[in-house]
């Protein structure tokens, strides 16, 4: 037998599902989902340092040995857990009314870089909303913006996934930050 051979039906019909599969596969890690919700919420901390009892909405619950419960420890804070239930706000006014609270923890969780590990709740009580959104994740508190998960919800929330782009937006000393949020949520029923 002289000649090429003749690709048979069968090797032409497995060549284009796979050529049509690996298009698919392609396509789908471009496209990105759409948030089903997207909320900005501002909320404003304010830590206890000994004289302002009245403003105070968290407090250093746990300090490092070196550390102490009013003034938050040397060493980017390495060691402080601090609980929190600040008010909420849709704009960035601390006297603005508030929309709910955020209540929770941080933790600063490295002695060589300005960092805190975050576990909270929004607890939402408006007449736009009404419900919980719960976060969690690392804070980087050095980065512009960072990134913490949607990790689920209750109410107007029940359920709901996402992520929620963290900046600060303003902070005076280490008494008190108030954080940008913006929240994207993916999964919503």
């Keep these: 037998m002289t000649g090429k051979a003749k690709p048979t039906p069968i090797l032409l019909l497995l060549l284009l599902i796979f050529l049509s ?14 948030p089903c919700k997207n ?3 501002y909320f404003h901390d304010i830590i206890y340092n000994g004289k302002n009892f009245k403003n105070a909405t968290s407090a250093i619950i746990a300090a490092p040995a070196w550390g ?15 609980v929190f239930d600040d008010p909420i ?39 736009d909303y009404k419900g919980t959104i719960n976060f969690a994740g690392a804070d980087p508190l050095l980065n512009k913006t960072r990134d913490i998960s949607v990790v689920g919800g209750t109410g107007d929330f029940f359920m709901t996934r996402g992520i929620a782009t963290v900046m600060t937006d303003a902070f005076e000393g280490d008494v008190y930050f108030r954080l940008r949020l913006d929240i994207k949520l993916y999964e919503c029923y």
């Design 21 to 34: 599969g690996s298009s698919s596969i392609a396509a789908k890690k471009m496209m990105r989902p759409q």
């Design 39 to 41: 909320l900005v919420l």
């Design 68 to 82: 102490n419960l009013t003034i938050l420890a040397g060493l980017d804070h390495f060691g402080n857990l601090v």
């Design 89 to 127: 706000t849709l704009d960035n006014n601390l006297h603005s009314e508030p929309v709910g609270r955020a209540q929770g923890f941080y933790l600063y969780d490295r002695k060589d870089v300005f960092t805190a590990w975050l576990g909270f709740t929004f607890v939402l009580n408006s007449t």
